[in-house]
T-cell receptor, first 114, second 109 residues
């Protein structure tokens, strides 16, 4: 596609359930980022993938959060045993790797944990 | 540690000029970005500075002083559609982009 896509656009789940959020980056973009944005807040860095290098997981808030990037393209963010404080918009962004480049953001997944 | 500070809220009048400041302390510096984010939408790119000085792009300009850890975004001829959050972000070491909390700008007639 022309831009970054994310699915689902909205997810409502019960506390304690696991959720998977998907990101399809722009074709050819080697770098992929996940951010979390709570209502009225800035973007909180979660994890960064660059090519085949080991991901930078320094922003993941707990071991309930994990992410994969298969084949250097699609990424999945998994939250296990969701808690109410996990409710937020989860944004994915991709960029051409190497030299610093503009990030292109997807529309986000709004997660609500009841 | 990493710290990016910007004002929480600003208001301005249609047609006026507004300057949104950003100060930063990060480990590594590979450039500073400004993004615009309308309510309920994803951020969109506005500007990128890596060298000291002013970058102008239409009604928007961005300034950087690396020695002072300081940037500003200047918006001229404000329009109602400029009401949005403006996010300052620093690209640190290993191309890790860290965002400030954002400045909510309200433009009124």
């Amino acid at each position: 596609g022309a831009g970054v896509s994310q699915s689902p656009s909205n997810k409502v789940t019960e506390k304690g359930k696991d959720v998977e959020l998907r990101c399809d980056p722009i074709s050819g973009h080697t770098a992929l980022y996940w951010y979390r944005q709570s209502l009225g807040q800035g973007l909180e860095f979660l994890i960064y993938f660059q090519g085949n290098s080991a991901p930078d997981k320094s922003g993941l808030p707990s071991d309930r959060f994990s992410a994969e990037r298969t084949g250097g393209s699609v990424s999945t963010l998994t939250i296990q045993r969701t808690q109410q404080e996990d409710s937020a918009v989860y944004l994915c962004a991709s960029t051409l790797g190497g030299a610093v480049n503009e990030q292109f953001f997807g529309p986000g997944t709004r997660l609500t944990v009841l | 540690g990493q710290n990016i500070d910007q004002p929480t809220e600003m208001t301005a009048t249609e047609g006026a000029i507004v300057q949104i400041n950003c100060t930063y302390q990060t480990s590594g510096f590979n450039g500073l970005f400004w993004y615009q984010q309308h309510a309920g939408e994803a951020p969109t790119f506005l500007s990128y500075n890596v060298l000291d000085g002013l970058e102008e792009k239409g009604r928007f300009s961005s300034f950087l002083s690396r020695s002072k850890g300081y940037s500003y975004l200047l918006l001229k001829e404000l329009q109602m559609k400029d009401s949005a959050s403006y996010l300052c972000a620093v690209m640190g070491g290993y191309n890790k982009l860290i965002f400030g909390a954002g400045t909510r700008l309200a433009v009124h007639p």
